[in-house]
């Protein structure tokens, strides 16, 4: 069973700049999560989508924001970069149940994004 | 509000030594779950150990082990005779409702 699958890997931006990171779920998987993930703030929690409907979201500004498609597929969207804003981004998918999830997750190899 | 603290932010041992790593959290929920992932150098997080807060059974798994207490919302982890290979960052996470939220994790060394 593939795993997840994240893309780009790498990229560098600039401040100013928007971007857009992609996953790709394990196979069966109707839940996606996004974490942010910096030396400093350790693993912070961006969103989880079920089903293309977001369940949740951290606290982070509107300047994230993300989308989950009918094929499970997820994408989170960062506009007007910030230097801070650096920091590995990881998605992990899950089987989930419907009502809240207790399955674990599994994580993707993240997406490492540097603003210059 | 979720809460998941994880105070040993560094350990370090010598080989087949055991080690304890501690997690507390903190919930207003009845019914939530518990997990340990582990991310070696390489950097991917790997699942370990899932427990739901109406099971209190310790559980071990060769040389892991996991004990979790709710009177004292505690969920730790020791890793019996280490092993350089278990040389990585261990987080302790916690989920209730939509959202699994992690500790700050702990890095153990585990020197030859």
């Known amino acids: 069973k593939a795993g997840v699958t994240q893309t780009p890997r790498y990229l560098i931006k600039t401040r100013g700049q928007q971007v857009t990171l992609s996953c790709s779920p394990i196979s069966g998987h109707r839940s996606v999560s996004w974490y942010q993930q910096t030396p400093g703030q350790g693993l912070q929690f961006l969103f989880e989508?079920?089903?293309?409907?977001?369940?949740n979201k951290g606290n982070f500004p509107g300047r994230f924001s993300g989308r989950q498609f009918s094929n499970s597929r997820s994408e989170m969207n960062v506009s007007t970069l910030e230097l801070g804003d650096s920091a590995l981004y990881l998605c992990?998918?899950?089987?989930?149940?419907?009502?809240?999830?207790?399955?674990?997750?599994?994580f993707g190899e993240g997406s490492r994004l540097t603003v210059l | 509000a979720q809460k998941v603290t994880q105070a040993q932010t560094e350990i370090s041992v010598v080989e087949k030594e055991d080690v304890t790593l501690d997690c507390v959290y903190e919930?207003?929920?009845?019914?939530?779950?518990l997990f340990w992932y582990k991310q070696p150098p390489s950097g991917e997080l790997v699942f370990l150990i899932r427990r739901n807060s109406f099971d209190e059974q310790n559980e071990i798994s060769g040389r892991y082990s996991w004990n979790f207490q709710k009177s004292t919302s505690s969920f730790n982890f020791t890793i019996t005779a280490s092993q350089v290979v278990d040389s990585a960052v261990y987080f302790c996470a916690l989920r209730d409702g939509f959202k699994t939220i992690f500790g700050a994790g702990t890095r153990l060394f585990v020197k030859a």
């Open positions: 919930t207003r929920d009845t019914t939530y779950y």
């Open positions: 992990a998918s899950s089987s989930g149940l419907a009502g809240g999830g207790t399955g674990e997750l599994f």
């Open positions: 989508y079920f089903s293309e409907t977001q369940r």
